[in-house]
């Protein structure tokens, strides 16, 4: 997906028969999705339209231009949506996009590279980075927290992090 745009929500496939999906939103204020339209898909698709119909438990249901059966709705099961960036409200201090860390180096307090930003999850219990180690296809997962994660200077292009003893090899 273009750097231009930042990932806002997921399709779930449909919520009923008359051609409503089932919207989960990763926006701070769920149901401001629907104020970013057009949302995109990585494989090219654009909605111009998303009409929040219902809350659901952790979605909504909701109506999405282009969608107007069951089948057209399932068809879109795990659909991952974009939103341009321009279209986005900024940051708030010591809050990123999770596009803004995928990428960046993460060193130790002594300057050590201890790998980059894979991608960012987030399972509801909280953030976790996922970080390639360097020269490996090995991946470790840190907890995106104050106490592990003390600095995120975007400025600079680089995260420093004060990992849990033992998490990362020779740490």
Same mark, same amino acid.
């Given at each position: 997906?273009?750097?231009?745009? #930042? &990932?806002? *929500?997921? $399709?779930?496939? %449909? /919520? ?11 926006? =701070? !204020? ?20 998303? #009409? &929040?119909? *219902?809350? $659901?438990?952790? %979605? /909504? ?11 057209? =709705? !399932? ?25 803004? $860390? ?39 997962l840190l907890p995106f927290?104050?106490?592990a994660v003390p600095t ?20």
């Open positions: 997906m273009a750097d231009d745009r #930042v &990932i806002v *929500g997921a $399709l779930g496939g %449909a /919520f009923g028969v008359q051609g409503e999906v089932r919207l989960k939103s990763f926006c =701070a !204020d769920p149901a401001a999705i629907a104020d970013y339209v057009p949302l995109f898909s990585e494989d090219g698709r654009s909605f111009d339209q998303v #009409v &929040i119909t *219902g809350q $659901l438990k952790n %979605a /909504f249901s909701a109506r999405v231009s282009g969608i107007v059966t069951k089948e057209d =709705a !399932d068809a879109l099961r795990n659909l991952t949506l974009y939103a341009d960036r321009n279209a986005m409200p900024p940051a708030d201090d010591d809050e990123y996009y999770y596009a803004d $860390l995928i990428g960046l180096p993460v060193l130790d307090a002594g300057g050590t590279t201890l790998g980059t930003v894979k991608t960012v999850m987030d399972h509801g219990a909280g953030d976790l980075l996922e970080i390639t180690l360097p020269g490996s296809s090995e991946t470790v927290t104050q106490a995120v200077d975007l400025a600079a292009g680089k995260i420093v992090a004060d990992p849990p003893e033992g998490l990362f090899p020779d740490s």
